[in-house]
């Protein structure tokens, strides 16, 4: 992806926003029943400009560094490394789902059922499955939670199976062509409600250290005024019973504040792992 585009809009042309995390094609409904509602808390709050429909960005990048941004959500990593101090923060959503705890997530670690292993240790010279190696929760949560078990510049694993998505890296150790790989725990939990049989005959045999989570995020220059504006529309929108189902479905429960160096914690990961061959 590239970090730069010449992009020129009208005025009076609605914002571009997305919400390009968590949405699996079966949730798309409840996704636009959400991001209606919100609109209308936003544009009741004082939101200029905001758009009915979400966009769908080929390139997030472009799109997270769109001068013009007014709402979407990315990843931890990406908010730490190529985005870092080029965003401004929104919140951090509040997930119902296992390892969440408030604004804080882990991945969970994944084996097939019939996989013989009773501990993390076990899956020495195995095969593991990761979405990418810029993702906080298939790669980089994985590789420190490895730490105490190996030493500085020790191989842990004998294959690393690049996946592209969470979605592939489940369906490798289905398969049998990897033999573990680290989910997103709000992933894994949006499979067992929305596809139960992708992620049958697995288990979770252990899991990662917390980090927080999946953020909402906004332009740099949007200012403490309309940062504020943002958020209340946000916060408003999540308290109407009226968009409860909505939440429910995308497991949405809530959003926290959190500020930006409570995501250093993914930086010390990636330093604490560096160690780690993988």
Request: aromatic share 6%; hydrophobic share 45%; proline share 5%.
């Amino acid at each position: 992806m590239s970090d730069t585009a010449t992009i020129i809009r009208l005025p009076s042309a609605t914002r571009p926003a997305s919400l390009p995390m968590y949405i699996l094609p079966e949730m798309e409904g409840a996704a636009r029943i959400w991001w209606r509602g919100l609109a209308r808390h936003l544009r009741e709050a004082g939101v200029e400009r905001v758009p009915d429909r979400l966009d769908e960005p080929d390139d997030l990048l472009v799109h997270w560094l769109d001068d013009d941004l007014l709402f979407s959500q990315t990843c931890g990593y990406p908010l730490t490394h190529v985005l870092d101090q080029r965003v401004s923060l929104i919140a951090t959503p509040v997930y119902d789902a296992p390892g969440c705890d408030g604004a804080m997530y882990r991945s969970m670690i994944v084996v097939r059922d019939d996989l013989h292993v009773a501990s993390l240790d076990d899956l020495r010279q195995c095969d593991v499955a990761i979405n990418s190696w810029d993702s906080q929760s298939g790669f980089n949560a994985l590789r420190a939670r490895l730490v105490p078990l190996t030493s500085p510049g020790e191989r842990f694993f004998a294959r690393t199976l690049i996946t592209t998505s969470h979605r592939r890296s489940i369906a490798a150790v289905r398969s049998g062509e990897a033999q573990c790989a680290a989910i997103d725990g709000v992933t894994l939990a949006l499979f067992q409600r929305h596809r139960p049989d992708d992620i049958a005959g697995l288990r979770i045999l252990d899991q990662t250290d917390a980090a927080p989570g999946l953020p909402y995020i906004t332009r740099k220059d949007i200012g403490a005024e309309g940062l504020d504006v943002l958020r209340t529309g946000l916060f408003s929108a999540l308290a109407d019973p009226a968009l409860a189902d909505a939440r429910a479905d995308l497991l949405l429960s809530g959003a926290a504040l959190v500020e930006w160096d409570a995501y250093d914690i993914i930086r010390d990961m990636e330093t604490a792992g560096k160690e780690v061959l993988l």
